[in-house]
């Protein structure tokens, strides 16, 4: 498909096929507060995802991103670009405004505090740590795969978990709309996941909906 003449009402759209162009765009532009206004974000990876195109009225793509500011360790992100007739924009995907939990799921200090808050046992919630969260794939207005790394001083487990359109903030509302699951289902392996792991369990593999946990040993 030649995306530079498929449709002359967006005229911006080959932009958005562009990983060169993408990449510069998100240096030169990066849609997210600096802790140092004069640091500059380099993009180290910048790999297209996944594409929607509704002709005439606008085409998305969504780019896997490893960005690096001054000072600081390289983080995975996911970029996204929309083209509509009015022009072109880009964002990172926690700006999401039909799901406003993304920022939260993609903060593993705050969703181990939340994990912390609700263990009936807080001596061993506070024994494992989810260490990282890493966005792995995201749908815009529809879905986003997490990927959690969970460690304790014995093992650790990497949990994958995705979260609907319609989810909140699991963490806090225990609500995750998964179809065909429970509200909540989801979010109930999540923290069954890491409760085992803080008592130093064998957790080979188990699922949930669309959660899947795999014990891998440090």
Partial sequence: MNWQTI???????????????VTQRFEHHWPAQRTNADSRTTVKQCRRQDVT?????????TYSLVAEAAGSAPQPTIGVVEVTPAGLQHRLFTDDPTMPGLALAADAAAMHQQWVARSADGEQATSAQIYAATPVRYKPGSRCTFRYDLRSARTGALLWQTLGAGWRSAVADGVNP??????????????AAASLLARGADVVSSGCGRCRIAHVRF
């Fill in 7 to 21: 449709d002359p009402t967006l005229p911006a759209l080959p932009f958005a096929f562009d990983g060169n162009a």
């Fill in 53 to 61: 195109y509704v002709p005439s009225t606008r085409g998305v793509t």
């Fill in 178 to 191: 998964i179809p065909g699951q429970p509200a909540g289902a989801g979010t109930a392996t999540h923290f």
